[in-house]
Nanobody
Framework: QVHFEESGGGLVQAGESLTLSCVASGFAFGNRNMRWYRQAPGKERIWIASISPYSAITNYPDAVKGRFTISRDNDKNTLFLQMDNLKSEDTAVYYC?????????????WGQGTQVIVSS
């Protein structure tokens, strides 16, 4: 059974940093592309970082490029997101998932997420 446990969120001031973690279980973590997503209040959930199975390829949308860094530890089934120079618009609940799971199911499983609040 797929499970994601996100952690590391909190309340920070603009310009500060946070590192998020996501411990995955129930599937072959090291075989899957992984992504971080976020959902801001009143908005849809969007992806904000992706990483290939062996970390060779990472991608980011322009909104976070140069400020966020995704990484993974396949031995520990853990995904990370280093967030630097945080802005108020980064305020959201952050989730991890494998994009292939979203393609495979109309109702994919999501973890509880971790809340990030950036005060300006």
């Amino acid at each position: 059974q797929v499970h994601f446990e996100e952690s590391g969120g909190g309340l920070v001031q603009a310009g500060e940093s946070l590192t998020l973690s996501c411990v995955a279980s129930g599937f072959a973590f090291g075989n899957r592309n992984m992504r971080w997503y976020r959902q801001a209040p009143g908005k849809e959930r969007i992806w904000i970082a992706s990483i290939s199975p062996y970390s060779a390829i990472t991608n980011y949308p322009d909104a976070v490029k140069g400020r966020f860094t995704i990484s993974r530890d396949n031995d520990k089934n853990t995904l990370f997101l280093q967030m630097d120079n945080l802005k108020s618009e980064d305020t959201a609940v952050y989730y991890c998932n494998a994009p292939s799971f979203l393609d495979e199911s109309a109702t994919p499983y999501w973890g509880q997420g971790t809340q990030v609040i950036v005060s300006s």
